[in-house]
């Protein structure tokens, strides 16, 4: 109960409408999404899941709503996919707000509270324990290492925030599982992104609006095992101009490792390369037509 009090008041509900193009013709339609989110500074920034405003960024109009039942209009600072991040910024002062604990000292079973909008029926809490520390999960072929919580966890938590006892911020809460042979949610699979790696993007996007200096390859891969189910990552396009086809990959070549490191998964090159930065050179091994290279 403490922890939800010190916490509610931090805690928002986003909800973003727009245009996207689709439809027959490419014409544009009405879309909207809804989320929770949460105040990081008295000044009004505010962190979400990308998720939330995917889509909706170029021609939305985005609404905050506090626990007090105040609104606020948003303005997108910058936002990042890959980590399914946003900030976003309400003109406010002396608004309460959320405060980060290291994710690094985590206990596996550690008590855990979320606090969001679930469902968009408003601002609520749920309470369960941390059932895995840095789980690999991929979500629309983007990989990303979460924490994993039994939780509840629905539609409209995204962008919520994960609580330890002492109620401190621990986590983002961004996705839960669905089953691999069906659309049936399973209960008990909550995830949310390590404050760690909140406050590292956090202070890119406040900085830049983006990340900056995220090293790549070039390359376009495949990570669904329909199209190649053995061990490293088949690059399906070398993008023009990129080191990757300057160093001679080709599409149809299979990466097998990074400076030594094995790749047997899109997983596993993901990782590694969250580890390099621009302008490192590294030594990659492919095979091709069946020869090592």
Not at 105 to 132: W, Y
């Amino acid at each position: 109960a403490e922890v939800y009090a010190a916490n509610v008041n931090s805690t928002v509900s986003i909800n973003a409408t727009g245009k996207v193009t689709g439809g027959f013709w490419g014409s544009s339609q009405a879309a909207a999404s809804a989320g929770s989110g949460f105040i990081l500074s008295q000044d009004g920034y505010i962190v979400t899941n990308e998720h939330v405003i995917d889509g909706l960024v170029d021609e939305s109009t985005l609404e905050v709503k506090a626990y007090n039942g105040q609104t606020y209009s948003a303005k997108v600072i910058g936002y990042d996919a890959k980590t399914d991040l946003a900030l976003l910024k309400i003109d406010g002062q002396d608004l309460p707000y959320a405060s980060f604990v290291d994710s690094g000292q985590l206990m596996l079973g550690q008590d855990v509270i979320a606090i969001g909008n679930p469902l968009g029926l408003g601002i609520s809490c749920s309470n369960g324990i941390i059932s895995a520390l840095e789980k690999e999960i991929a979500i629309n072929n983007v990989y990303m290492t979460v924490i994993q919580t039994n939780a509840a966890v629905n539609a409209g938590n995204s962008g919520g925030g994960l609580f330890d006892i002492n109620g401190n911020l621990i986590g983002i809460v961004n996705a839960k599982k669905a089953s691999n042979y069906s659309n049936t949610s399973v209960e008990g699979m909550g995830y949310a992104i390590p404050a760690n790696t909140v406050t590292r993007i956090i202070e890119e996007l406040m900085n830049n609006g983006y990340v900056k200096d995220r090293a790549t390859l070039g390359v376009k891969a495949a990570a669904n095992s329909f199209y190649y189910t053995g061990d490293g990552v088949l690059v399906t396009e070398v993008i023009e101009g990129s080191s990757a086809e300057k160093a001679g990959i080709q599409a149809n070549d299979i990466i097998t490792a990074l400076d030594g490191q094995p790749v047997s998964t899109y997983a596993d090159l993901v990782k590694l390369l969250e580890s390099e930065t621009v302008g490192d050179t590294v030594d990659i091994s492919i095979l091709r037509d069946g020869k090592a290279m």
